[in-house]
């Protein structure tokens, strides 16, 4: 077969969006990832429509509905002050959905930028970067959020900031160690060659192949992220009531078990629930894009 | 045509080492890659630079595109030192080059377009004429304008090797640095990259560096070549004059290993003792002969 013979200009093609779609859409556990994400984001989104007592997201106090089972009219039960758990944790979702974006939209791209910076150019300023880089990651993520919250106070930004301040060394050591791999590849030196400027190598063409990577672990990152914001808020350190956040309800609840076990159980329940989603979805990318590779 | 004959690019001396780190990362040594070498390339002209694995060929192509810094000596184009500017992006107006492999060369995660693009930004091609441009780099590569919106895993090794040397002609330099463009691709395929070659070569007036170790390929394409042995340049001179009547040993070895058909050919191809029944590696001739003294082992500056 000759050269010419292999693509003809007018042979039909799917789009490379429309096959990766394809390949995810046979793998089932990212499927299900997929679903709970959407549902959780939805949820969200449009709580105050959804939710049967949008007003018990406040200091709502119902004191002859208190401690209710789960039941037709309040499906996870009521609170220690009657207010509607299923409703509290749909509004949960918002502030931990709330979490995990801005955390992540300010760590992936200081993340991204130093990971290319210091891989790309390498000498002083990788040693720079990568070792700053490594202090940083000495540090707890739990006894930073500790020193934040007594500095500043336990609050939803300030526990944002606590997380967003450590959470960056992930992504630069991730964009570090792959712009490392690509530095040595042809079509970077061609660039080079070509006369393309530093800004353009990056971003345009080192950036490019790692989108697939930062992909994949911002999925993974949301639910760890949720994981380590819903931690603060059980130990105090967080969001403060009576904002309705997920793990301060896990950590009220606990004060009545195992009796009115509904109270710490479900809202624990929602949050494997958007965890698992993210992990599943993450873990679904990431075999997509470990086909395409290979490809 | 005094200007035809004068040389475009002239390496003087050109010399490169590499150190060598043991594992507790102290300086033990330097290999050296390229070992001063020099030679010219005449305007208008295709100069093939031959040699096995290892004998320098591809540092001599990195060298001159400046993606390594020389340790010694001058790259002149015409007739101005530009040892100083080699990498940076006057440099690239003027020398351009096309990689072995197409498929590592362009950037799997942009199109077609994106990638013939990259020269005409970094130079300041007018933005609303790029597309143009592009649509008429690809047509004089034999490509369809449609394949801009393309990626590269869409297409053929043959069709990825086009859009390269489409890309390197790109802002019209003066020498193309040709660095094995073939060896990724088919036998086929070969030949009709490099009638590609020969006719652009022709139209735009361009000269060529032609880095091989395909001596067949480099008889027919070249019209003076030079033969790398371990970073230095053991036979030199117009190409017809060099595979009929190779003075080097290594030379000789070379062309004896081209695979042949015919038996004209066969008559043609030069003899080589056999050592143990087979042909030997250049190492063990040199030294067979090293041992005899019965040739001089010609000495070219």
């Excluded at chain 2, 970094?122 to 609303?128: C, F, N, S, V, W």
């Excluded at chain 2, 304008?145 to 019209?172: N, T």
């Excluded at chain 2, 290594?250 to 066969?266: C, G, K, N, Q």
Aim: net charge neutral; proline share 6%; glycine share 8%.
């Amino acid at each position: 077969m000759s050269d010419d013979m292999v693509l003809r200009e007018d042979a039909p093609r799917l789009s490379s969006a429309y096959q990766s779609w394809y390949r995810f859409s046979r793998n089932p556990t990212a499927m299900i990832g997929l679903v709970i994400v959407t549902v959780c984001v939805l949820a969200a989104l449009l709580a105050p429509w959804i939710t049967p007592y949008p007003d018990h997201i406040g200091a709502v106090v119902n004191f002859r509905a208190r401690h209710l089972p789960p039941s037709t009219e309040y499906w996870f039960g009521t609170d220690n002050v009657g207010r509607d758990i299923f409703t509290r944790v749909i509004f949960g979702f918002r502030v931990s959905l709330l979490l995990a974006v801005v955390v992540l939209g300010t760590a992936i791209p200081i993340g991204t930028i130093l990971g290319l910076t210091a891989g790309y150019f390498g000498g002083w300023v990788e040693t720079v970067i990568m070792r700053f880089t490594d202090i940083a990651l000495a540090i707890p993520p739990l006894v930073m959020a500790l020193a934040v919250a007594a500095v500043l106070s336990p609050d939803l930004v300030n526990s944002m900031l606590a997380i967003a301040a450590l959470w960056w060394t992930w992504h630069t050591r991730l964009i570090y160690s792959i712009t490392r791999q690509l530095r040595a590849r042809e079509f970077v030196e061609a660039a080079e060659t070509l006369g393309a400027s530093k800004f353009h190598i990056l971003f345009r063409e080192i950036l490019p192949n790692c989108v697939s990577a930062i992909a994949v672990k911002t999925s993974l990152d949301c639910g760890f992220v949720i994981l380590v914001g819903a931690s603060l808020s059980f130990l105090g350190l967080g969001i403060q009531p009576p904002t309705p956040d997920l793990g301060t309800m896990v950590a009220s609840g606990s004060a009545f078990l195992p009796d009115y076990w509904w109270e710490s159980v479900l809202p624990g329940c929602a949050i494997l629930f958007i965890a698992l989603g993210f992990n599943l979805l993450g873990d679904g990318l990431r075999d997509l894009y470990d086909v395409e590779n290979v490809r | 045509m005094n200007a035809r004959q004068s040389p475009l690019l002239e390496i003087v001396d050109l010399a490169k080492t590499f150190p060598v780190y043991n594992a507790f990362g102290s300086r033990v040594g330097e290999v050296t890659a390229v070992d001063h070498v020099s030679f010219s390339i005449r305007r208008g002209g295709v100069y093939g630079l031959a040699g096995e694995s290892g004998s320098g060929k591809s540092t001599i192509a990195r060298l001159i595109m400046g993606l390594l810094t020389p340790t010694g000596g001058d790259v002149l184009l015409a007739g101005s030192n530009i040892t100083g500017t080699l990498g940076t992006r006057a440099h690239s107006r003027q020398v351009q080059m096309v990689f072995q492999n197409p498929g590592s060369s362009l950037n799997p995660r942009r199109t077609i377009g994106q990638s013939v693009a990259v020269p005409l930004e970094a130079h300041g091609h007018p933005r609303a004429d790029r597309r143009r441009r592009i649509s008429e780099l690809l047509e004089m590569v034999q490509l369809p304008a449609s394949f801009a919106e393309r990626y590269p895993h869409e297409l053929s090794g043959g069709q990825k090797q086009r859009v390269a040397i489409a890309r390197a002609l790109a802002v019209a330099p003066q020498l193309v640095v040709l660095d094995e463009p073939t060896s990724a691709l088919d036998v086929s395929v070969q030949a009709k990259v490099i009638d590609l070659l020969t006719s652009l070569g022709r139209q735009l007036d361009l000269t060529y560096l032609f880095i091989s170790h395909d001596l067949s390929l480099m008889r027919n394409f070249a019209d003076e070549v030079g033969v790398l042995y371990r970073g230095r340049i053991v036979e030199s001179g117009p190409t017809a004059k060099v595979f009929e009547h190779p003075e080097h040993d290594y030379t000789r070895l070379l062309i004896a290993s081209v695979p042949v058909i015919s038996a004209e050919e066969e008559a043609l191809r030069p003899k080589i003792p056999l050592i143990d029944g087979e042909i030997p590696t250049a190492e063990k001739l040199l030294a067979l002969r090293e041992s005899q003294r019965t040739i001089e082992v010609p000495k070219r500056t």
